[in-house]
């Protein structure tokens, strides 16, 4: 009895901050944005209309659902931490080896979990798994900033899962985890939020050409059937899923010289 007693109080520690760390960056991202449009001379808008009360309490609340599933996994591993049995670490490096190891475990993360995510995700179109699975992320067509963790149950058990699971067998430093995590977080609410953040210039650079921000994933909710990945669009390229024709940014981009 004692143990699961223990098991639900970490539970609803780790589910707490979870919840708080989606609806702050969430609703500070939002009204940004839409409320007063603080944001909008620095960035594009995406999204053709001002997303109505009905729609963010939908998200809200579908998101705010899901964490109770992604607080489970994460539970299990920090109970499995406090008994030597994950590669999780707080100690700082002893050596440079260690030192330059905290950024490339970063690496490992956003590399492994992009290529999860993107594998998960295009599975989740086909139409034997799409009704069961990502319908309900689909509903939003023109997204926002609280659509960022809105999943069905079936979805949030298939994303949950991995980042918890890899820290397992792959040495993560705890600030490392944290910093991945808020990082993840930011980077969902504002690929979601009906804004692009990043100038034009950048994101046709040689850096930006890669990277999925909002001007890309927008165009899966409003294509559909392209742009699956999570931070980098090497999977999408690769496989012939990367489309940006419709982009509203081209649309205006400067005629070239000549």
Avoid: C
Avoid at 246 to 253: E, I, N, S, T
Wanted: cysteine-free.
């Amino acid at each position: 009895m004692v143990p699961a007693i223990g098991f639900i109080e970490t539970y609803l520690w780790l589910l707490i901050p979870m919840l708080l760390r989606y609806v702050l960056v969430a609703s500070a991202v939002h009204g940004l944005f839409w409320g007063g449009q603080k944001l909008a001379p620095f960035a594009f808008r995406l999204a053709r209309n001002k997303p109505q009360a009905e729609h963010l309490w939908r998200e809200g609340r579908t998101a705010l659902a899901a964490s109770l599933i992604y607080a489970l996994p994460a539970t299990v591993l920090i109970h499995a931490y406090k008994e030597g049995g994950t590669a999780l670490y707080l100690h700082a490096p002893q050596t440079l080896a260690g030192w330059l190891w905290l950024p490339g475990s970063l690496a490992v993360l956003l590399l492994t979990h992009d290529a999860y995510f993107y594998w998960t995700h295009r599975a989740m179109h086909h139409p034997r798994l799409y009704r069961a699975t990502h319908q309900t992320h689909h509903i939003s067509k023109q997204p926002t900033a609280f659509a960022s963790f809105a999943f069905h149950p079936w979805e949030a058990i298939i994303a949950a899962w991995f980042v918890p699971a890899l820290a397992f067998v792959v040495p993560i430093h705890f600030g490392v985890l944290l910093a991945y995590l808020t990082l993840a977080t930011i980077w969902a609410v504002t690929n979601h939020a009906g804004w692009e953040i990043f100038p034009r210039s950048f994101l046709d650079g040689p850096v930006g050409r890669w990277l999925i921000t909002a001007r890309h994933h927008n165009l899966h909710h409003t294509k559909f059937q392209r742009n699956y990945g999570l931070y980098f669009r090497f999977w999408d390229k690769a496989m012939g899923t990367d489309d940006m024709s419709g982009d509203p940014m081209a649309a205006v981009r400067p005629a070239s010289p000549g």
